[in-house]
């Protein structure tokens, strides 16, 4: 089975979306996540749509199986 470019370009575009959003609410000096984070509701309604997003789309996805 052959993974067109496009595809592979697809699933490398959606790693950086969600390597974005773990490095954004993570706390890297303590590799802990934030317990308390100020932020507004603005922002925080903003990132939870970027996470809804990237469920929605991963809902979508099929799984492809390498033949060896």
């Known amino acids: ?3 067109k470019p496009l595809h ?3 699933q490398n575009g959606l ?3 969600i390597l ?3 490095h954004m609410v993570r ?3 303590a590799h802990e996540l934030r317990i308390r984070w100020d932020i507004n509701e603005n922002d925080a ?3 939870l749509q970027q996470v809804s997003f990237v469920h929605k789309y ?3 996805c099929i799984t492809v ?3 060896a």
Do not use: A, C, P, Y
Request: cysteine-free; aromatic content about 0%; hydrophobic content about 45%.
């Open 1 to 3: 089975l052959i993974i």
């Open 8 to 10: 592979q370009q697809e």
């Open 15 to 17: 790693k950086e979306i």
């Open 20 to 22: 974005g959003l773990i």
């Open 27 to 29: 706390n890297v000096t």
């Open 45 to 47: 309604i903003d990132i």
């Open 58 to 60: 991963m809902d979508q």
């Open 65 to 67: 199986r390498h033949l």
